[in-house]
């Protein structure tokens, strides 16, 4: 019998429905079951594209056995921590600081009050390394309940009161300025990998916020320094196997320091953010593979994220059936020098081998390779190798594909708007706007309602119950002011406007300025979650102040300015100590000290100024095209067309320099510091 997962929405939950546990979804009615039956919650959070969780699912909770011990001595909740970031972050932040470490699956024991009393992770089935088996788990927090109940609930009262305690020590008002963002450029070389690109090392993931605030500050300053960590780590990873060298796009990350051996999951946040980076790269330096990464991911996200709705799905799994049946990791991706003998012949299977770097021993497991571009002193022939991705990618075709979590994330979709709108523009590919369009239709038809609330997550075409968080308003917000500047349609600049002032209304602090990631009526927790560190994507934080200073920057709203700089105080404080993790933080920071730049592009739209203004490298500059006197966007009005020719205005503060009709001219207008009168 399926249990009570069958008629949510998350693939995840809907990966559990058969299992022999009892699983609820999170709810009131499942605290007052384990209330009723004076039993404690067994917690389960993760995803569906997440390897391990997979693990703990087979060996576990589709044992008759275990799954029976769970039923009788818990109440069983499962969690896709992607439907609910506020269950996940709180509870997370409870497993790292009662344990050092987190991760998925995460394993958290609650009291029917859910106040937290005993964590872990991932639990194998028997004992293994010195870690328990699950079973052992259960029977020893099951005994504690039964037994030293006023204990246990001494300890989660603790928990909860000590995570009351780190309430984020926010007080700092001013905002960053040349000395911080200083420092944090000197932490940032302190860290780099300058053999291999990135920061820090093994695991090692994408830097995608780090890179923008380096192009940003490089446009800003002049420091080539910023630049040649930004183009090295770009080049490094794009020859590594954490790119898919056939189809495009990005693994979540590599376990190695040299981008050869990726965790194969690929996440729409990840490629969303790639993409946009990759594309603000060739703006910043014309790379011919910083264009072709851009334009490859972006592709590789319309292909086989796109949903039939026109919205973009979560992600793909990094585990799929390899040639004996086995449902193994990285099985899709890999080759060894018989299979590309097979589908090549012979003497185009030796040079694939050489070109990708397949060898007889390996890069990943059993012989197998993942395909990466090594620095060779060679030359090869560009059509022929043109020849043999393609039959490669035919031929991978035919192989069992990974799954496909097929939710939509109104934040990752955002994400995914602005990355397609921008990279469509650069590159004169209307297809990615249009697409880019479809997905922003999709979220404001099903996911806003009639108070431009937005809900999380929907699939096929049906709006989940979860509510919004902080980053599905900044970086839904996000996507339609980039669009707006695209395509000079008013319309998403007002989208934009409803979603921000949700923000000041619900997710920030009225004294401090600080941020929440839930919004005051949300659902309350044990505590209300507020983290401004990136993780995977920007924290909701550093993305609603990016997307309040671009709102007031292209309306002349003093309140969104004003919140905007407020939230940026605690990039003062964590930008110089920890600029790794506040990348996208650092990024805001620096178009706030270019202004940004507002240019406002007079009588056409699309056309060579429009286009100039949008490959702009000024920090965060927005760009408002169309008509004069159309009164579509604000920045438009009262700007006049210049002796009848199309005329572009470069303003900051909304004080403006001469308007001028020549390309080449507002080329240089957007490296120039504004003359102020």
């Not at 991760?103 to 009291?111: I, K």
Request: include cysteine.
């Amino acid at each position: 019998m399926p249990n009570r997962l069958a008629h949510e929405t998350s693939p995840y939950l809907l990966q559990h429905a058969d299992n022999p546990v009892d699983w609820w979804p999170w709810s009131a009615d499942a605290f007052e079951e384990a209330r009723r039956r004076g039993v404690p919650v067994l917690l389960s959070v993760g995803y569906s594209s997440c390897h391990w969780c997979h693990v703990m699912a087979h060996e576990s909770f589709e044992d008759e056995t275990t799954a029976a011990l769970m039923n009788e001595r818990f109440v069983n909740i499962k969690v896709d921590r992607e439907e609910r970031p506020d269950v996940d972050a709180v509870y997370m932040e409870a497993v790292q600081a009662a344990t050092g470490q987190g991760g998925w699956p995460m394993t958290v024991f609650l009291t029917p009050e859910a106040e937290p009393f005993y964590f872990g992770t991932y639990f194998p089935p028997e004992p293994r390394h010195g870690m328990a088996s699950f079973p052992q788990i259960l029977e020893g927090v099951a005994q504690a309940w039964a037994e030293r109940k006023d204990e246990v609930a001494e300890v989660a009262a603790k928990i909860v009161g000590d995570l009351s305690g780190r309430e984020l020590p926010y007080g700092d008002t001013q905002v960053p300025g040349e000395g911080e963002l200083a420092q944090a450029l000197l932490g940032l070389t302190r860290e780099y990998d300058a053999t291999n690109g990135g920061f820090g090392g093994a695991p090692k993931f994408p830097p995608s916020m780090v890179i923008e605030f380096l192009l940003r500050h490089y446009a800003r300053t002049g420091a080539e320094g910023a630049l040649q960590m930004a183009d090295d780590t770009c080049e490094r990873m794009a020859r590594g196997g954490i790119y898919d060298q056939l189809g495009g796009g990005f693994a979540r990350y590599s376990v190695d320091r040299e981008w050869v051996v990726p965790h194969f999951e690929k996440m729409l946040y990840d490629n969303a953010l790639l993409c946009r980076a990759y594309a603000h790269l060739w703006r910043a330096t014309g790379s011919e593979t910083a264009r072709r990464v851009a334009l490859e991911t972006a592709d590789f996200m319309v292909r086989e994220l796109r949903t039939n709705e026109g919205g973009f799905a979560s992600a793909l799994d990094a585990d799929s059936e390899d040639a004996e049946g086995r449902h193994v990791e990285g099985a899709f991706y890999v080759w060894t020098p018989e299979q590309l003998r097979e589908v090549l012949g012979d003497a185009d299977a030796e040079l694939a081998a050489q070109y990708f770097g397949v060898t007889q021993q390996g890069t990943f497991e059993e012989g197998a390779s993942v395909l990466q571009l090594p620095k060779l002193d060679v030359e090869f022939d560009a059509a022929r190798i043109a020849d043999v991705r393609r039959r490669l990618f035919a031929a991978r075709a035919e192989r069992p594909a990974p799954g496909r979590d097929d939710k939509i994330v109104a934040a990752w979709n955002g994400l995914a708007i602005a990355a397609l709108a921008e990279t469509g523009a650069y590159f004169d590919r209307p297809d990615l706007v249009q697409a880019a369009l479809a997905a922003a239709d999709l979220l404001v038809r099903l996911h806003m309602d009639a108070r431009a609330r937005i809900a999380r997550t929907s699939k096929d075409g049906r709006a989940g119950a979860n509510a919004g968080v902080l980053e599905d308003y900044a970086d839904v917000a996000e996507g339609f002011l980039t669009l707006a500047s695209v395509t000079g349609e008013g319309v998403w600049l007002e989208f934009a406007g409803f979603l921000l002032d949700h923000v000041l209304d619900q997710f920030t602090d009225a004294e401090s300025g600080a941020l929440y990631d839930t919004a005051a009526d949300a659902e309350q927790l044990i505590r209300r979650p507020q983290d401004p560190t990136d993780n995977a994507a920007p924290s909701g934080w550093s993305a609603a102040a990016g997307a309040l200073l671009s709102y007031a920057a292209q309306t002349g709203s003093e309140p969104h300015r004003t919140a905007a700089e407020r939230a940026l105080g605690v990039v003062r404080a964590l930008g110089p100590r920890a600029p790794r993790f506040i990348g996208h933080g650092l990024a805001v920071a620096e178009a706030l000290l270019d202004g940004p730049k507002e240019v406002a592009v007079v009588g056409e739209i699309g056309g060579e100024l429009h286009r100039t203004a949008l490959l702009g490298t000024a920090p965060g500059a927005v760009v408002a095209a169309g008509r004069p006197g159309s009164g579509e966007l604000p920045l438009l009005a009262d700007r006049p067309l210049v002796d009848g020719r199309p005329a572009a205005y470069v303003c900051r503060n909304f004080t403006c320099d001469a308007p001028v009709t020549d390309a080449q001219q507002l080329a240089v207008k957007l490296q120039e510091s504004i003359t102020l009168d």
